[in-house]
Structure formats: C-alpha cells, structure tokens
C-alpha cells in the first residue's frame, strides 16, 4: 500500500518525523507498505521549515506544492490544486494527515474529491470550541470527512462520538509530537543565547505569543507584554518572536532590560530553553503538550484549550486573555504553588508505533 503523509507547517514537522520512523521500522521487517511525503509549503522559510527537516533527521520530501505566502483562502486553494494535480498523476492508498493547519484541511478535501481517497486524522477530535480560531474550522471540516480517528486523549474520543462518527473508526493512540520529544531530548542543544545572556537553569521565563487576539492590536500587544515584564520579578524573559508578531512588536517600543526578542529558534534549542526555564508563558497549544511532560510551570494565554489534559492532568493554566490575569499567576509561580502535574495517558513515545500497526491491521482486514 501507498500512504501519503502530509506536512505543511512547523507543528507537523514534529509530528510526522515518528510516523516515518514507524513506517520505515514495518518496511525492514518485509511488510508492504510505501509512503510519500509531501509538503505543502505552508511554511517555507527555513526557520519555519528546513531546520525542522535537518534537526529531526526527516527525510527529503517526495514532492514541494510550494504553496508559498497568502491569505488562508489563497493557501487553502493552491495547496488543493497542487495536491489534486498529484494524486490525479498517481492515486496513493491513503492520506495521513496531522494536526490542524490549513494543509491539514485542504490535503484532506483534495483526497476525498479524488477518487474517495481514504484520509486518517492523527490528533483528530480535538476541539476548542473557539470558532474565530481558524484551527478550529480546519479541524472540524478535517474531522467530518476522515476515515480513521488517530486520538490523543479520550476526550477527543467523546467529541467525535458526539459527532456521531463510530466507534470503529476511532483509535486512541496517544500524541505523536510527544515520541518526537522522548526521542529528541537527549539531543537538546544549548542556544547560542543561553551565554549571550548569562541565562541560568530555572532563572528565566520563556514566552511566546502568536495568536490574532493577542498580537495583531498594538495596544493589546503593549498591554500583555508590559504586564508579563513586571510580573516577572526581573527574571530574564526569552522571546522568540513568531515572524507574525515582529512586525507588530516593533510598533509598540516596548523596552526593557530583562526583555530578551531572539529569532526563532529550531526545535532542539527551544526546547533546550523550555527544558531548563522556571515557567512558560504562551498562546501556543503544542508548547502545553511538551511543558507537560517535561514538568514546566505553563501559562496559556487564551480562553480556551483543544488539548484540555494539559490543564486537567498536566502542568498549564489557562489565564484567559485579560492582560490584567498575568500577575496572579506569577505570584502563586514565585510562592511555589504551581501544580506539578502528571503525564497524560498513552504519552509514552510510542504512539506512532501504534498508528502504524492499526493502519496496517485496517488494510489486511479490509
């Protein structure tokens, strides 16, 4: 069988490299089984991109939409026509797609449209609630023309039950971006940065923030960061800044002398800086993943969460996005009354080991 693996932006990245591993680990052992990888080109540049493909050792793709830049309509249209244009030139047996990115959608739409192409879902059924979230809408359309429900939590699990998708068609495997980082934490690497900046192990604070609601109003940008600035007890703050937030950040002339703006960093030296930070502060929702099983004090900035067992289980608060509700977060931080949390069932490293087995069990049955 020939299985297309879709990747179009930096959280798939993490997401398929265990997925290739698993396929490749079936293949020595004589079993039929052939992928493609494409990427879309959603993300393109090479912070964004090649450093993810080098860092975790996944392979060259087999094909590059090159989509490029644009407004989500002119993505989620190229990346249909390009796709399209392949699987006419040569049908695959299956669409695995990951995550819930704009390739994540249209890849899926694509693989209905031609020939009724079978499309699996790995993290189908997370759900938000938030519809101004354009995840949000791709993960819903994704989800109500997939096949195989790949899950990461049994909550996800009861969304698509209320969905009214059946029981035999969703697998509670676990979280693959979690095998990626079991596998990839003995290779942390220190950041140029970390001397640059005298950082020490437990003694600054790393934060992200990339959301529209968060970032694209000036005032609400100056806000949120002045408020994170003297919470933070002078600790220094590590900054990567999402290329979305820059142009927005250098209009605020916010300065300060704990305030560190950096680059984007690849995979293995931000979570260098997560691994070893006294607490992360973000709007991002794979970050609450990994500061969960590392154990890191998280602050998600935003309302609402798909991945609510990083709240309920794991070590992240949601604050919602009232600049006003960062400093009492910070105070319970510094008195030592965060919770330690726990590590969510079935992330243990070996979810993509499981994804394979059951497609491959779905295929000899079927």
């Known amino acids: ?59 060259a793709p087999h094909y590059n939409l090159e989509v490029g830049s644009g407004t989500q309509a002119e993505q989620t249209g190229k990346i249909m026509v390009g796709y399209e244009k392949l699987l006419l030139e040569k049908p695959c047996d299956l669409c695995i797609v990951v995550g819930d990115v704009t390739s994540t959608m249209a890849c899926s739409i694509a693989a209905k449209k031609v020939n009724n192409i079978k499309v699996a879902h790995v993290e189908g059924g997370i759900r938000s609630g938030d519809w101004t979230m354009p995840e949000e809408i791709n993960r819903i359309v994704t989800d109500s023309i997939t096949d195989y429900f790949f899950t990461t939590s049994k909550v996800a699990n009861m969304n698509l039950q209320k969905a009214g998708v059946k029981h035999e068609q969703i697998f509670f495997v676990g979280n693959t ?78 300065e300060a002398s704990n305030l560190y703006v950096i680059e984007p960093l690849g995979y293995l030296e931000f979570n260098y800086l997560v691994k070893n930070a006294k607490a992360v502060i973000t709007d991002s929702g794979g970050i609450t993943e990994e500061t969960t099983v590392m154990g890191i004090p998280c602050m998600t900035l935003r309302n609402s969460t798909e991945r609510p067992e990083t709240c309920t289980v794991g070590t992240n608060e949601l604050l919602g996005t009232n600049p006003k509700s960062v400093a009492p977060a910070f105070e319970r931080l510094f008195a030592g009354e965060w919770k330690k949390g726990e590590i969510p069932e079935l992330w243990d490293g070996k979810t993509a080991e499981r994804i394979i087995k059951n497609i491959i069990s779905i295929f000899t049955l079927n």
């Open 1 to 59: 069988m020939l299985i297309d693996i879709i990747a179009g932006a930096r959280p798939n990245f993490i997401k398929i490299a265990p997925i290739i591993e698993a396929i490749e680990t079936q293949q020595n052992a004589g079993v039929n089984i052939q992928y493609r990888l494409v990427h879309t080109g959603q993300h393109y540049d090479k912070k964004m991109s090649g450093d993810f493909f080098e860092q975790l050792n996944i392979p």
């Open 177 to 254: 971006m979690i095998d990626t980082l079991y596998k990839q934490m003995p290779r942390f690497a220190k950041p140029v940065i970390w001397d640059k900046y005298g950082l020490q192990e437990k003694g600054y604070i790393v934060m992200t923030l990339h959301r529209p609601n968060n970032v694209d109003s000036k005032e609400t940008l100056k806000e949120l960061v002045m408020e994170i600035i003297d919470a933070s007890n002078g600790l220094p703050l590590v900054f990567p800044v999402h290329p979305r937030t820059a142009k927005m950040l250098e209009t605020t002339g916010i």
